[in-house]
């Protein structure tokens, strides 16, 4: 592939899952596969329980049941019909391996009705918006269950100093977690990370990442309606705020982010950034349209990470590494989709290519065969820690671009601003952690004037 194209993806997201959960389930060359268990209560099945039931959560828990001995046995959400539109669909394809029944709860306290129907050594999936995470992680530590929490973890620095004191508690119980940043267990990727390490491409000297598309997910949101309430809604739309997700950027990026800086074995130290709205009609949501990171390693290598969601505008979405001795192709296309080029000199020449790869087994599953593999021999299994450097990272980038300012990796992680004060505590009546104003417009980022903020607290 020439480096000019604009690469269209074809990788399969949690997002998609519900169109395409035949084509998950088949790709999986490790589908099914059982290592020798004895569970605690003494079956060789393990209940799974799913809390967040959009698509990314009935996706997870499609990819949990790919595994042999695995059953989704409670569901959890907020909003009746996406619980009941995820069973809908995980019946068509895994009714055997569903035993639900009535163990499916409606509600901000759901999370703990369907925890507590497992037993310790179960496991529970987290994939509500990110606000969420650590709320729902401490329950899980109480209750001596492993845990898959999808990506990202946090949007600000008290939750993600919370995030990283829970997973030295979970692993003090030995406790296993997950984290949905599957391109770690992209096999493809494994092997390129080793070559590079091992020095195939020599010193590595810049990297770029490109995810750019038209609008995704739910970015832009017109004005709150009046019904539901006003929490309720942003919940449902929480690409749009950055308490409930870190916005687009954290979201759409993070992916990009955590496997270039797998690349380099190390995290970077600061970053500053452009960003923009444009063509923004009756949205009021909080991203920005488009943002350019140019972060820097304490080497001074830079990674150059461009994003998007404009549309009308040509894509591109795929990741290299620059090094001395020659050039990368991380993925081809989308988060992580292969293959994984390398080249003996800075251009895609095929007539230079050194090495491609050639596995093409699904992440989103191996990433679960790996967690439940380490549930089952007992072995030390706790992605909280990177998952948490990976989400930092991500939003040093973003809030470099929200201030206009150059943000260190310590500036991040020590930030003291809570985005969603009590949410502990939230309840279906409960106002939001932002409100609108009276024309039903939320603060924006406005980098220069508000420097030491993202956006204005109400």
Known sequence: MNENTNPTSTSTSRREFIKTTGRIAAVSALAGVTVPYVHAEGSDTMKVALVGCGGRGTGAAANAMNVGGIKLTAMADVFENRLTTSYDSLMQHYSDKMDVQDRKFIGFDAYRH????????????????????????????EKGLNVFMEKPLSADGPSSRKLLDLAKQASA????????????????LQELQKRITDGELGEVILMRGYRMAGPLGSAFSEKWPGDPSELLWQIK????????????????????????CWMKNAWPVKAQALGGRHYRGKAVDQNFDHYTVEYTFDDGTKFILDGRCEAGCSDYYASYIHGSKGMAVAASSGDCEPPSIIYSGQKQDRKKIVWQSTDRTNPYDNEWNDLVEAIRKDQPYNEVPRGVMATVATSMGRYAAHTGQEITFEDMMKQDDVYAPGIENFTMDSPPPLKSDAEGKYPVPMPGIIIHHEYAMS
């Open 114 to 141: 369907a925890m507590d129907t497992l037993k310790p050594g179960d496991i529970v999936i987290f994939t509500t918006p990110l606000a969420f995470r650590w709320v729902h992680y401490t329950y899980a530590i």
């Open 173 to 188: 119980k030995n406790l296993k977690c997950g984290v949905g940043l599957m391109s770690r267990h992209a096999r493809h």
């Open 237 to 260: 739309r929480f690409h749009s705020f950055i308490w409930a997700s870190g916005g687009c950027f954290n979201d759409f990026y993070i992916h990009h982010v955590d496997h270039l």
